[in-house]
């Protein structure tokens, strides 16, 4: 069975530093998902990782994928108030449309 | 152009009732999925739906649950006789096609079972 983990489940951190999200997953996958949810919204598409090695960045979110270790990061750079949310990795089990999340991490950033 | 819709938002059921949640997805839009969040958890996969064919129901979680998209675009979520346990956030998604592979998700229906 697929098993998607991410840690931390809770990030606390001041504005201004650095931090790395990590997922992790147990089968054989090369189509991983980035999401972020706000409190009582839904969720958002952040990135779209196809490929070993694949890297995006959008501000100061950065995601990766290395599909031989089976682990995605995402990395915050200078982080910001607004950025406080809860974040989701997903990956496609079996490469059919068929998206296994994690259980989120939450991350609070204070000024 | 408008985004994925669910209706209603938020819905109390007694416990044994039935409730129909839907989703209207985004217009032209191939691929339907169907996703349980529990509360501090992530989305978990229910269904998924091309066009008007269900080619996926794994994760139903028992024979009460019962989703359809009769004529390839809005879709109903059907939980019967509901239990407790049924209380989550129902999620919907859609994509343009099988082979895109970016979901947009709908605000979800917030389900309460008392």
């Known amino acids: 069975e697929l098993k998607v983990e991410q840690n931390p489940l809770f990030l606390s951190m001041q504005e201004g530093k650095n931090y790395t999200i990590y997922c992790n997953y147990s089968?054989?996958?090369?189509?991983l998902y980035w999401y972020r949810q706000d409190p009582g919204k839904s969720l958002e598409s952040l990135f779209v990782l196809l490929s070993n090695g694949a890297v995006k960045q959008e501000g100061r979110l950065m995601a990766s994928l290395d599909t031989k270790a089976r682990l995605s990061t995402l990395h915050i750079t200078a982080a910001v108030h607004d950025l406080s949310a809860t974040y989701f990795c997903?990956?496609?089990?079996?490469?059919?449309?068929?998206?296994?999340f994690g259980a989120g991490t939450r991350l609070t950033v204070k000024p | 152009g408008a985004g994925v819709s669910q209706s209603p938002r938020y819905k109390v059921a007694k416990r044994g009732q039935d409730v129909a949640l839907r989703c209207d997805p985004i217009?032209?839009?191939?691929?339907l999925f169907w996703y349980q969040q529990a509360l501090g958890q992530g989305p978990e996969f229910l269904t998924y739906f091309q066009n008007e064919a269900q080619l996926d129901k794994s994760g139903l979680p028992s024979d009460r649950f019962f989703a359809e998209r009769p004529e390839g675009s809005v879709s109903t979520l059907k939980i019967q006789r509901t239990q407790q346990e049924d209380s989550a956030v129902y999620l919907c998604a859609s994509s343009i096609g099988p082979f895109v592979y970016e979901q947009y998700f709908g605000p979800g229906t917030r389900l309460t079972v008392t």
């Open positions: 217009s032209g839009h191939v691929s």
């Open positions: 089968t054989t996958s090369d189509r």
């Open positions: 997903a990956v496609d089990l079996d490469n059919n449309n068929d998206m296994r």
